[in-house]
């Protein structure tokens, strides 16, 4: 089997595995529809820094499945698999190293992509959601995020060798990027303090990045995010190849 054939049998294993899971099914589907429909009950006539709540929140919470994906979808995975064994099995295999990591970030994309087309929808018929300004630089701002994000996801299981520890490490930091980037409350509202402190996490980067690609500018204007991320990636991807190890032991 030649590695293009691996990768995408990989791939569409990992996808078809994802889809088994409810409450892997429910945390990336539903539950980001869910934080939509009452944020918007409880906001959806205020305006947030010159944008509508659907138009300013929709991309939010495509932000967060964006982080949300590669901590859960991809690291606690990559964490289970290698305290079950199944990593070591693998590179038993023919199969490459990098075939097996490449196999994650693709099927990590798949499920984002369409969590993301199932926010858009949700968004325009309950929200009357607004379509970006920017379409094609949207596009773009959505793939460099993942691809600069997902890498982060590597991290959990690279630092991490209990797959508990790595899921209880992975969803206090989701937590804390949740509340104190802007994808919940307007930072406008947060005290000046947790407004630096907001500029300290990745989240906050692809917020701005989307909210500005979605609404008001083209990517070109945006470029102290792009860079961010672009440091976040190559920070996350040095790191998780210093640590990462296949075998639990």
């Known amino acids: 089997m030649d590695n293009i054939s691996a990768l995408l049998r990989l791939s569409t294993i990992e996808t078809k595995l994802f889809f088994r899971e409810k409450q892997a099914v429910f945390w990336t589907f539903l539950f980001p529809i869910l934080m939509i429909w009452l944020?918007?009950?409880?906001?959806?006539?205020?305006?947030?820094?010159?944008?509508?709540?659907?138009?300013?929140?929709?991309?939010?919470?495509?932000?967060?499945?964006?982080?949300?994906?590669?901590?859960?979808?991809?690291?606690?995975?990559?964490?289970?698999?290698?305290?079950?064994?199944?990593?070591?099995?693998?590179?038993?295999t023919p199969v490459r190293p990098w075939v097996v990591l490449a196999a994650h970030m693709v099927y990590g994309m798949i499920i984002f992509f369409i969590s993301a087309m199932v926010m858009v929808i949700f968004g325009v018929l309950l929200f009357h959601l607004d379509m970006p300004k920017y379409p094609a630089n949207t596009v773009l701002a959505l793939l460099l995020s993942v691809l600069r994000i997902f890498p982060f996801g590597f991290l959990m299981p690279s630092l991490e060798k209990n797959v508990r520890t790595a899921s209880a490490i992975s969803s206090l930091l989701l937590n804390l990027m949740l509340f104190l980037s802007g994808a919940t409350f307007p930072l406008a509202i947060m005290p000046r303090f947790l407004q630096g402190v907001a500029k300290v996490l990745p989240l906050y980067y692809v917020i701005d990045l989307l909210r500005n690609t979605w609404n008001f500018t083209p990517i070109a204007s945006n470029m102290t995010d792009v860079w961010v991320l672009l440091f976040v990636m190559i920070a996350s991807s040095a790191l998780a190849a210093k640590f990462f190890r296949w075998d639990a032991s």
């Not at 959806?44 to 994906?69: E, H, R």
């Not at 698999?81 to 590179?91: D, H, I, K, N, T």
């Open 39 to 92: 944020f918007g009950e409880m906001f959806g006539k205020t305006q947030v820094a010159g944008m509508s709540y659907s138009d300013a929140y929709v991309p939010s919470w495509i932000a967060v499945n964006i982080l949300t994906t590669a901590l859960f979808t991809i690291g606690t995975t990559l964490s289970a698999y290698r305290q079950m064994g199944v990593m070591r099995r693998l590179m038993a």
